[in-house]
């Protein structure tokens, strides 16, 4: 059985309706003020003592509440990159690393999340990055050069240079996301394959490096790290109440 932690901000829910079905939710807002439900299996681990090593196989059956939600929304299994703790309160020592993801993710505009240009980088994606387990330390001596971001030429050297450490695959898919659809993620160690509602989607031997901690989330947030060279980062306003409803998941 999963043990799931639940994460929640003000006004945010997660809500079992029955056993083994959740509703994930965030409020109507403006922009500038951060909303997030989510759920993961790794909360309190280290990245190194994330649960899950191919070959594994995720399934489980979602709808939302809307065609386009403004923001991000999926589920799948990653290495949570982004995050960072120096284990202060009882929480493990994480500082950020290069992706390693495969996951069913959905992205509005202005999101913008893949470094090759011929990528699709919005809308529902079935989708893997594949990177190397560096030194958070020798990630960290280019922190001082986040800044430089704004610039668009060296935005864009940087992403020329993220696309030979990162490899990336990703498909858009063409369905209604409203309506229950049963999601299917096989994870092997040379190659990731996507199914819904029983038929193959997408295929890569893009396959990320283990091991692997299981998210599902809805949240406001954008990403955008353009071909021209912009990168910008921030929330979204959402009109009306977002959901993300989630039942039968299968981890095994």
């Known amino acids: 059985m999963l043990n799931l932690n639940i994460r929640t901000m ?10 083994g079905s959740w509703r994930l939710t965030i409020p109507a807002g403006n922009a500038g003020n951060y909303r997030m439900a989510q759920m993961d299996d790794y909360m309190h681990r280290s990245r190194s003592q994330f649960l899950w090593n191919p070959p594994i196989s995720l399934r489980l059956t979602v709808r939302v509440s ?19 703790s120096l284990g202060l309160g009882g929480m493990p020592r994480r500082l950020p690393a290069l992706p390693n993801t495969a996951w069913f993710f959905f992205a509005s505009p202005p999101n913008y999340l893949a470094l090759q240009d011929d990528h699709p980088a919005q809308g529902m994606l079935a989708a893997t990055f594949s990177a190397p387990h560096l030194s958070p330390w020798l990630l960290a001596l280019g922190a001082p050069c986040l800044p430089l971001l704004a610039m668009p030429a060296f935005a864009r050297l940087m992403r020329r240079a993220a696309r030979r450490l990162i490899k990336e695959s990703a498909s858009q898919l063409d369905l209604d996301l409203t309506a229950w659809h049963t999601y299917r993620l096989e994870w092997l160690p040379g190659e990731v394959g996507f199914a819904v509602d ?8 893009i396959s990320p ?10 949240d406001n947030q954008y990403a955008a790290f353009t071909p021209d060279g912009k990168f910008k980062t921030g929330s979204l306003a959402n009109p009306e109440p977002a959901w993300l409803e989630i039942q039968d998941i299968d981890l095994s």
């Open 198 to 205: 029983g038929k193959s989607v997408f295929s890569t031997p």
């Open 66 to 84: 809307a065609p386009l939600i403004s923001g991000t929304w999926g589920f799948g299994l990653w290495n949570d990159p982004f995050s960072a």
């Open 10 to 19: 003000p006004g945010t829910q997660v809500v079992e309706l029955q056993p």
């Open 209 to 218: 490096l283990a091991p692997l901690g299981l998210v599902l989330w809805i």
